[in-house]
């Protein structure tokens, strides 16, 4: 089993910044990738970044690309999603989820094993 627990949202206005994290402990060897997922109220989880557990690989949606930056510290067990240039349509709560068998499907959610509780993000205009 892996446990995930995210820190660092929070209120901000347009054009500000946050940074979140996410604490993995546990079976950690048996992660291959990190993932960040987003739901805002009335909309599916939409996925959002993702970062391979060692290669450094990343991914990014369309919507977030250039504003925010996946990371890991994997001394530390530990993934970052820093949020630059937030818009009142990035309110949400954001999930970081970790996949076992990394595969093409890194977007899709069903392909996560493991998930945080998941931290608030809110963006004011």
């Known amino acids: 089993q892996v446990q995930l627990v995210e820190s660092g949202g929070g209120l901000v206005q347009a054009g500000g910044s946050l940074r979140l994290s996410c604490a993995a402990s546990?079976?950690?060897?048996?992660?291959?990738?990190m993932g960040w997922f987003r739901q805002a109220p009335g909309k599916e989880r939409e996925f959002v970044a993702l970062i391979s557990w060692s290669g450094g690989i990343t991914y990014y949606a369309d919507s977030v690309k250039g504003r925010f930056t996946i990371s890991r510290d994997n001394a530390k067990n530990t993934v970052y999603l820093q949020l630059n240039s937030l818009k009142p349509e990035d309110t949400a709560v954001y999930y970081c989820?970790?996949?076992?068998?990394?595969?093409?499907?890194?977007?899709?959610?069903?392909?996560?094993?493991?998930w945080g509780q998941g931290t608030q993000v809110t963006v004011s205009s």
């Open positions: 989820a970790a996949d076992r068998h990394y595969s093409s499907m890194y977007y899709n959610p069903l392909a996560y094993d493991y």
């Open positions: 546990g079976r950690t060897f048996s992660i291959s990738a």
